[in-house]
């Protein structure tokens, strides 16, 4: 995320440089612009760069959270939450992140330029911002209200549900989606639904 300089630059240099960065990246692929080619973009200096940023990837991060924010305030407005337990949600997109589709701006960048992204850039939102910078609240834990799942499993209920948020940075390091869209789809949903079994299966009552 940006460095504290970034945030005490007025609000119009600061929206200008946001600007500047989203339209780069709608552009281009992550891994297909350079610094060079962003501070370019951003009308400013390399130093001034590395003030407000560590590198391309503090930038990148800092762009896809503002979209994370959007679904963020549109979960709050209507009330709802991404569920990711179930196999079809967590491969497709839940009801909430599937309007944000129809956005061509939020489509181009968290959508298909991410798609696009190296597997590391992928893993490292995943467990940098998604897991660590406490999104979990964005998802819907309703599955752990049923009675039947075992008391540990509720207590440990944002684990649980960050190992179903990492299952596709995890497969990406096997079979990349880009290259094998049908062995991708197949390792995701063994992986999703070995998690989902584990935790739904009642428990044996000699336990």
Not at 13 to 25: C, L, R, V, Y
Not at 40 to 68: A, C, Q, R
Not at 149 to 158: H, P
Not at 172 to 199: M, T
Request: hydrophobic residues 35%.
């Amino acid at each position: 995320m940006p460095k504290k300089n970034f945030y005490k630059l007025s609000d119009e240099k600061k929206n200008s440089i946001t600007k500047a960065a989203i339209e780069a990246f709608r552009e281009h692929n992550y891994q297909d612009i350079s610094i060079n080619k962003l501070i370019e973009k951003m009308g400013i200096s390399t130093g001034s760069f590395y003030l407000y940023f560590n590198d391309k990837k503090d930038l990148y991060f800092y762009i896809l959270s503002l979209f994370l924010e959007d679904i963020r305030r549109e979960t709050g407005i209507e009330h709802k939450k991404i569920d990711i337990t179930d196999l079809e949600n967590n491969l497709k997109g839940s009801e909430v992140l599937q309007k944000f589709e129809h956005d061509p701006l939020h489509k181009a960048i968290f959508i298909d330029n991410f798609n696009n992204a190296p597997p590391n850039i992928k893993r490292d939102w995943d467990f940098e911002k998604l897991i660590g910078e406490n999104y979990l609240d964005l998802y819907d834990y309703s599955m752990f209200e049923n009675p039947a799942i075992r008391d540990e499993y509720r207590e440990n209920k944002e684990l649980l549900m960050a190992m179903f948020i990492s299952i596709k940075s995890v497969v990406e390091q096997f079979v990349p989606f880009a290259k094998n869209h049908d062995e991708y789809i197949r390792l995701f949903s063994i992986c999703h639904n070995i998690i989902h079994d584990g935790i739904t299966r009642p428990v044996s009552k000699d336990r």
